[in-house]
């Protein structure tokens, strides 16, 4: 749901949209990604609070309190900060912080001690340093996907025209997890959301309404909010029926999916097993063949999932897995100034650009792991080299 | 006490580098002003190596001259060797850096001062401040008179409390052979400031006649080098003197290792800190014994002076240790040392005392500036004591205070620091500590500062016709490099750029942007750029060349900027503001920044603080 409310009479006294959504991070996460991907950006700490203020919504009294919250959010929010920072990214992190500290003192003593006695300038060490870095920053974002779904959890979308046995597969994959779930009851033409977790996942299991194409009022509304959910979920099973082979009104829902994260839930193979499956491979998708009924499959099902979120990293204890999203920006605006410091270097620019890129990628990974001031690197220059006329 | 009479309305203290620009500004922007050193033959004195300039400091020199100071004039008049650093690295780091005849350098300045209308340079040891509930009124002497002005600067150098180290020996004094300043500290300190100690130190003068100069390298400078200052012209360094490279080697090292137990620095004798980029020739063996060997550049003190400074050679071991380890080294066999090297501890007063004005936040009209501020060089002295001296100047005027920003000039950015940061040893200026480095380059200083200047009337009629007529030029430029197309047809002009290739128009700013193509490539294609001065087409280049670094940076700029409009009042109870963490409210009280900016900077202060504080302070603004 969205609400716009117009100015003055919001709480900062500017236009506000509010988004109004269903509880579970994953959704509130996806709507995000959705307005930074058209170039909204993340308000800082307290400027809702700050724009009330200035626009002479709140009085002292009122934003002093606010304040207090903020501050004393932000001290939670640095202790938890902490707590990762005592983890294995932040060993990274740290790492990477020193190697490009140690380029930067390097850089910093050719451009400020020309004349000392220090190595002279080449670029080969700095070059070969900061490609290794991008690289493992690369590798550190490819593990976000995975990273992000084992902390935040992985929403799942059960998607079919009625009657291909939606609800039963939600049933058997609940099976296991029955001490956990926490059922919602509703109509039949509502969705409903279950969880549980698969391979160490947490997934938010969504059973929508079942699709089809009809002038019933009430049917398409639950359609409209279906499609809405597709947008929203990492995942998709389009489940079919096995005796009847893809219908039109089959590929009709195929049709609202995004094929990259859909998987072709082929149901009642215990109804069928003579069936040639072969018809659905036809779609291009990972196909699954399993009865709900029988639980026959499923568990294939549940690796398959499983798999389907894990990058790789099979064990996130011994390596290390970018989780938040503002660390996962801060490292993406670190490699993005380190390719434009590489450009930089092979184009033969000169030292005082590499300088700016340098201290851009630091300052990047500050956000995640506190700043490196002017005095650490001239620390770093005095105690290497031998400065001094 | 004897009053003295006469109304001066500002009185500097000290004729180093920094007391003789502020004396000079306050006397040039009209008011009476009296300078009192403790010396009169030792004004601007180079009491450490003969040289002024180099990186982030030849920055400063042109900041100075820009603002209409004497620094830059002073050494391209008396420099003896002129070098340009860096000239192979992009504009933002290239430097000058010049030799200069020491006793040249303190004889022009000297007579600039005596022949500054209102301008009255007295000897005289300043052993007290008097001030009443309003701030400072005056000075006294030594000699029992008491001087009265609404504004003082204080210029104390390394004098206050001066203990010169040699060997073991100590002995009271503010430089070799001058006396101390026993006073002046001890007054500031009932007055209530903080006062600490710092630590420098300066290696022997050498007999250039006991030097065998044929066995060591030679450094000569350039010919025909830029001058510093924008008024100067032609170039400078029309007959150099050449320096010449020594090194130390393995027997020096041993002697300095065997006779540590006689250095005050390794016998625990010095507490005051030292600075970590200028440390002696023992903390460098001690530090670095990896290093068989260090460089010594002999630099000569004139023409006409037999002495010869061994940079990076400074020394507190005792004379007879100098001795040893100097004529160790080769070509130093046989030489004489003229004055031994020493270790200098003095006070000086925590800057994070001052405001960015350099007043002093608890005496109102007391400035201080230099080494006083717990700074090194004699670039950063000047630059301090030219900003020190329009700001006590215009309070006797009843005119507002300036201020100059992180982003104009490497002076606001060492302004910046040391009321901001906590000083643990003596500050030196270092290109790395300008965040907008590419914005602050020694070829535009004068756009950044010279209005600034004109505005507080530094700046002559004359040089502001020419800085004009520059500006003019950039502009007139800029405009022929955007309007000027180069058409295929031109075969010729694309032959001689070598753009052969070329199938549509370009315009002339798009063609410089071509790494492998120069302003100069493009003067012969049109007569709107020919006419243009040298320093013009500079300018042009660097513009077009730049453009996109320098935009991200002046971003940055604009950023910042926000942060530095918002002012903290003085007296700010900070202790009120609950939400803020004892931790930042006892950082923000012991400091008292004067913006939002400033708070930011100091160590501890976290961007919720900073958050809050702006609350607190849109409150404060609107009542």
């Known amino acids: 749901m969205a609400v716009f409310m117009p100015a003055p009479r919001s709480y900062t006294c500017e236009d506000v949209v509010e988004i109004h959504c269903h509880g579970g991070q994953q959704v509130v996460k996806s709507i995000i990604d959705l307005y930074l991907s058209v170039g909204l950006r993340l308000a800082l700490p307290g400027e809702f609070t700050y724009r009330a203020y200035t626009n002479g919504r709140l009085d002292l009294s009122q934003a002093e309190a606010v304040a207090r919250l903020i501050h004393a959010r932000s001290e939670k929010s640095q202790s938890l900060a902490l707590a990762q920072v005592d983890g294995l990214l932040s060993r990274s992190i740290f790492q990477y912080k020193e190697m490009l500290r140690e380029s930067l003192v390097l850089v910093e003593a050719w451009i400020d001690f020309p004349e000392e006695d220090i190595p002279p300038e080449t670029s080969t060490g700095v070059l070969s340093q900061v490609s290794g870095i ?67 996942f947490p997934v938010r299991l969504i059973d929508s309404a079942g699709l089809r194409d009809t002038g019933d009022q009430l049917e398409l509304e639950g359609i409209r909010r279906a499609q809405g959910k597709v947008s929203v979920s990492d995942l998709v099973f389009v489940v079919v029926d096995a005796s009847e082979g893809l219908t039109d009104e089959d590929k009709d829902v195929l049709e609202v999916c995004d094929n990259s994260k859909v998987f072709l839930v082929v149901n009642k193979i215990d109804k069928n097993c003579d069936q040639d499956l072969s018809c659905f491979l036809s779609a291009g998708l990972p196909v699954f063949a399993i009865s709900a009924k029988t639980g026959q499959g499923v568990d294939r099902l549940r690796e398959g999932v499983a798999s389907f979120f894990d990058d790789g990293v099979s064990s996130p204890e011994s390596s290390v897995v970018v989780t938040e999203e503002r660390h996962r920006d801060s490292l993406s605006l670190c490699r993005d100034s380190l390719l434009r410091l590489r450009s930089a270097v092979e184009a033969g620019d000169s030292l005082e650009f590499w300088a700016i890129e340098l201290r851009a990628a630091l300052d990047a990974l500050g956000k995640i792991s506190g700043e490196t001031t002017p005095d650490d690197v001239l620390e770093g220059i005095f105690s290497r080299f031998c400065i001094g006329k | 006490m004897f009053s003295y009479g006469k109304e001066y309305q500002v009185i500097v203290v000290g004729a180093g580098h920094a007391g003789c620009e502020a004396a000079l500004a306050a006397a040039r922007m009209g008011c009476q002003t009296l300078l009192l050193t403790m010396g009169l033959d030792t004004v601007a004195q180079m009491s450490c190596n003969p040289a002024i300039g180099g990186l982030a400091k030849g920055h400063l020199v042109c900041e100075v001259d820009a603002l209409g100071g004497e620094m830059g004039l002073n050494i391209d008049e008396t420099g003896i060797q002129f070098r340009r650093l860096n000239t192979r690295k992009g504009p933002a780091v290239r430097a000058g850096r010049a030799q200069a005849d020491r006793m040249a350098y303190s004889a022009r300045m000297k007579g600039v001062l005596e022949a500054q209308d209102g301008l009255d340079l007295k000897q005289g040891v300043v052993e007290s401040l008097t001030v009443d509930a309003l701030g400072v009124c005056g000075v006294e002497t030594r000699d029992g008179l008491s001087f009265a002005a609404r504004s003082v600067v204080v210029t104390a150098g390394t004098f206050m409390r001066g203990l010169i180290h040699v060997g073991l020996k100590s002995y009271a004094g503010g430089r070799a052979g001058e006396p101390a300043s026993e006073g002046l500290s001890d007054c500031l300190r009932g007055l209530g400031f903080r006062v600490g100690r710092l630590k420098t130190g300066t290696p022997a003068r050498l007999s250039a006649r006991s030097i065998d100069f044929s066995m060591l390298q030679r450094q000569d400078g350039d010919r025909l080098a830029r001058p510093f200052s924008f008024m100067t012209s032609g170039p400078v360094g029309v007959d150099p003197v050449s320096c010449y490279i020594a090194n130390t080697n393995e027997k020096t090292h041993e002697i300095i290792r065997q006779n540590l137990d006689r250095s005050p620095l390794y016998s625990g004798v010095i507490e005051g800190v030292g600075p970590r980029y200028c440390p002696s020739i023992e903390d460098k063996v001690v530090r670095f014994p990896e290093r068989a060997s260090h460089q010594t550049f002999l630099e000569p003190e004139g023409r006409e002076s037999a002495e010869i400074y061994p940079s990076g050679m400074s020394t507190s071991l005792p004379p007879d240790v100098q001795l040893a380890f100097y004529r160790s080294m080769v070509g130093l066999e046989h030489v004489e040392i003229m004055r031994p090297g020493y270790a200098i501890e003095y006070d000086f007063v925590e800057p994070t005392q001052l405001r960015a004005t350099l007043e002093t936040k608890k005496v109102a009209g007391l400035y201080h500036a230099g080494q006083v501020n717990g700074t090194s060089g004699y670039e ?21 205070q300036i201020t100059i920003g992180r982003d104009e000039g490497y002076l606001g950015v060492m302004v910046d620091d040391l009321v901001t940061q906590s000083t643990r040893e003596p500050y030196r200026m270092f290109t790395s500590r300008a965040e907008h480095r590419l914005l602050l380059r020694e070829d535009n200083a004068d756009q950044r500062l010279t209005p600034l200047g004109r505005k507080v009337g530094l700046v002559s009629d004359q040089r502001w016709e020419a800085f004009q007529k520059k500006m003019e030029g950039i502009g007139v430029g800029l405009k022929v490099l955007r309007d000027h197309r180069v058409r295929p047809s031109d075969s010729s002009v694309m032959a001689g750029l070598g753009l052969e290739k070329l199938r549509n128009g370009v315009t002339l700013e798009e063609l410089l942007r071509r790494p492998e193509i120069a302003i100069t490539d493009m003067v012969p294609l049109t007569e709107s750029l020919a006419v243009l001065s040298d320093d013009v087409l500079e300018q042009l280049e660097i513009a ?17 900027r926000e942060y530095e409009k918002i002012r903290i009042p003085d007296g700010f109870e900070f202790s009120t503001i609950e939400s803020l963490s004892n931790e930042v409210r006892e950082k923000l009280l012991e400091i008292r920044p004067q913006t939002l900016g400033q708070a930011g900077r100091i160590q501890g202060v976290t961007p919720a603080a900073i958050a809050v504080l702006n609350v607190y302070l849109r409150k404060h603004k609107h009542g």
């Open chain 1, 134 to 200: 991008i690289d493992k920053i690369g590798g550190l974002l490819d593990t976000y996907h995975t990273g992000r779904a084992l902390v935040s959890g992985v929403s799942l979308l059960l998607l079919g025209r009625p009657n291909v046995g939606k609800s039963s597969l939600l049933n058997a994959l609940l099976g296991e997890d029955r001490a956990i779930v926490n059922s919602t009851p509703g109509t039949t033409r509502d969705t409903l959301e279950e969880s549980l977790t698969m391979g160490g």
């Open chain 2, 380 to 400: 950063e002295a000047a630059a301090q004591g030219l900003l020190a001296g329009i700001n006590a100047a215009r309070r006797s005027k009843d005119q507002e």
């Open chain 2, 544 to 560: 077009t060349k730049y453009e996109g670094y320098i935009e991200r940076q002046l971003e940055q700029v604009a950023r910042q």
